[in-house]
Each structure stands twice: as structure tokens, then as C-alpha cells.
């Protein structure tokens, strides 16, 4: 399995083996391929069974790879083919034998649990699932009222945390008071500057209208009453009760 998990780790996260100790010319690291981060996500070694207090003799190839999660880690270490991590950090890492005994998708899905534990802020936010969000709109700086009618797609200032994919739900202010439009977001960190008092835009994103909402279905009385919703100052996700009832309208 050595040469297809290898061509595996090459192709997905464009990361090749380093062997760095002579003494074991077989162990090979796997860092992310990223700038800034030099992370290890993987370590594949060959060790004799005994060392991992397995039955047998001879040696047995394996991947050890960091699972922040206590409790998944544990419920891991109930499956055969899974154990504390040898010679490694064994609150965090785990060894997955490469004898069998460990599905063979069962082991990529755990190599892309040690990849996402050990990359960098930024990247994790790129790689993670699309999101549903709330984003505030105030009528006193444009009028978003009208923003859709003559196109099905805009520029908007861009949200904290919020990604290409994404979806945005746009609640206009006051007298309004209401989500209007559901969004897609198309394009990210287009540059941009602006500065008028209180409101400062460094950069823009692109948003797509899906779908228009009725002024008195999703007022803020009712986000407020429903949804557990009391502000709307800034992009925040939204809860799964309005997530549904945003879906049904």
C-alpha cells in the first residue's frame, strides 16, 4: 500500500515523503505543502510488531497522524488497526497499521483529519464547508432596496470569515428592518477603498441574488421572537431554526 498512499499524499495535498533520519532510511515525513506552515501531517515508518506490542514477529509499515479530538480519538483506539501513537505525542497523535487491518478509505479519511488538524488558520478557513450567514445592510449608505433591480449580481463590502460559496442573507435597517434577499457569494477580495465616518471598505466581494423574501416575513420582531436573534451589527452565521424556515419560503 506504500506506493499508492504515497501517490495519494503527492497528488491531494501536494506534499512529497522527506526521509530525514539515516538510521531509518524508510521513515518518511509529510509536511504541508502551504507557505508558513511546515507542519508534519504524516509520518509513515515500517517498526517491528513487538515495539507495538503485537503479536508475531517481522514489521509492520504504518502512518501515525495528529486527531485533536479526545473522544473521537478514543472511540478510534476501540477499532483494530488503531492505537496510540508510537514514539509520538499520544494525546494527539494516533498509528494507523497499513497491514490491512485499517480500510483503505478509512485510512484516507483519517489522513485528512491529520492534514486539516495540523493546518494553518487561513487554510482551514478555505477548506471549510460552505456556510449560511446574516449580513447587515443600512439604507443610509445604499440602497439596497433597489440594489437588484436591473442586475442579479453585486459588489459588496466583504464580511469577516465569510468565503466564496457561501451564502449570505441580506437584512436590511431600519424603517425596513427585514431580510430581503438570499445572496451567493461568486468572488472574493476584490480591492477597494473607502472611508465616510464610521465606515471603512478595504476590500469587496461579489454576491448573486437567489431569492427575494416579503418586507413582513422575516422582520427583526420576528428573528427576535423565533430565531433567539437580538442584533444584527455584523456578518453572523445564522441558527439551524431559521436556516429551515428560510428554506421553506
Same mark, same amino acid.
Given at each position: 500500500?506504500?506506493?499508492? *498512499?504515497?501517490?495519494?499524499?503527492?497528488?491531494?495535498?501536494?506534499? !512529497?515523503?522527506?526521509?530525514?533520519? #539515516?538510521?531509518?532510511?524508510?521513515?518518511?515525513?509529510?509536511?504541508?505543502?502551504?507557505?508558513?506552515?511546515? /507542519?508534519?501531517?504524516?509520518?509513515?515508518?515500517?517498526?517491528?510488531?513487538?515495539? %507495538?506490542?503485537?503479536?508475531?514477529?517481522?514489521?509492520?509499515?504504518?502512518?501515525?497522524?495528529?486527531?485533536?479530538?479526545?473522544?473521537?480519538?478514543?472511540?478510534?483506539?476501540?477499532?483494530?488497526?488503531?492505537?496510540?501513537?508510537?514514539?509520538?505525542?499520544?494525546? #494527539?497523535?494516533?498509528? +494507523? *497499521?497499513?497491514?490491512? $487491518? +485499517?480500510?483503505?478509505?478509512?485510512?484516507?479519511?483519517?489522513?485528512?483529519?491529520?492534514?486539516?488538524?495540523?493546518?494553518?488558520?487561513? %487554510?482551514?478557513?478555505?477548506?471549510?464547508?460552505?456556510?449560511?450567514?446574516?449580513?447587515? !445592510?443600512?439604507?443610509?449608505?445604499?440602497?439596497? +432596496?433597489?440594489?437588484?433591480?436591473?442586475?442579479?449580481?453585486?459588489?459588496?463590502? =466583504?464580511?469577516?470569515?465569510?468565503?466564496?460559496?457561501?451564502?449570505?442573507?441580506?437584512?436590511?435597517?431600519?424603517?425596513? $428592518?427585514?431580510?430581503?434577499?438570499?445572496?451567493?457569494?461568486?468572488?472574493?477580495?476584490?480591492?477597494? !477603498?473607502? =472611508?465616510?465616518?464610521? *465606515?471603512?471598505?478595504?476590500? %469587496?466581494?461579489?454576491?448573486?441574488?437567489?431569492?427575494?423574501?416579503?418586507?413582513?416575513?422575516?422582520?427583526?420582531?420576528?428573528?427576535?421572537?423565533?430565531?433567539?436573534?437580538?442584533?444584527? #451589527?455584523?456578518?453572523?452565521?445564522?441558527?439551524? $431554526?431559521? $436556516?429551515?424556515?428560510? /428554506?421553506?419560503?
Amino acid at each position: 500500500m506504500k506506493e499508492q *498512499l504515497f501517490r495519494h499524499i503527492k497528488k491531494k495535498y501536494k506534499a !512529497s515523503p522527506e526521509y530525514l533520519w #539515516r538510521r531509518f532510511p524508510e521513515y518518511a515525513v509529510f509536511r504541508h505543502a502551504e507557505e508558513g506552515n511546515n /507542519k508534519w501531517f504524516a509520518l509513515f515508518a515500517v517498526v517491528e510488531k513487538e515495539k %507495538l506490542g503485537l503479536a508475531g514477529g517481522g514489521f509492520v509499515p504504518l502512518l501515525n497522524l495528529k486527531i485533536d479530538d479526545m473522544f473521537f480519538r478514543d472511540m478510534l483506539f476501540q477499532e483494530a488497526g488503531i492505537m496510540p501513537a508510537y514514539h509520538m505525542n499520544k494525546q #494527539r497523535w494516533i498509528t +494507523v *497499521l497499513l497491514d490491512g $487491518s +485499517v480500510a483503505e478509505n478509512k485510512v484516507y479519511e483519517l489522513l485528512d483529519m491529520s492534514y486539516m488538524a495540523t493546518a494553518s488558520k487561513k %487554510l482551514k478557513q478555505k477548506m471549510r464547508p460552505p456556510k449560511e450567514w446574516i449580513i447587515p !445592510s443600512n439604507p443610509k449608505y445604499y440602497d439596497i +432596496v433597489h440594489a437588484f433591480d436591473d442586475t442579479d449580481e453585486i459588489d459588496w463590502k =466583504q464580511g469577516k470569515g465569510i468565503k466564496t460559496g457561501d451564502t449570505v442573507f441580506m437584512y436590511v435597517g431600519a424603517p425596513m $428592518s427585514a431580510i430581503l434577499y438570499k445572496c451567493r457569494v461568486t468572488d472574493m477580495d476584490i480591492p477597494y !477603498s473607502y =472611508q465616510n465616518g464610521d *465606515l471603512t471598505i478595504t476590500s %469587496l466581494m461579489k454576491i448573486k441574488l437567489q431569492k427575494r423574501y416579503k418586507p413582513d416575513k422575516f422582520t427583526f420582531e420576528v428573528l427576535k421572537r423565533d430565531h433567539g436573534i437580538y442584533a444584527v #451589527r455584523g456578518p453572523r452565521g445564522i441558527p439551524d $431554526s431559521l $436556516s429551515i424556515a428560510l /428554506k421553506k419560503r
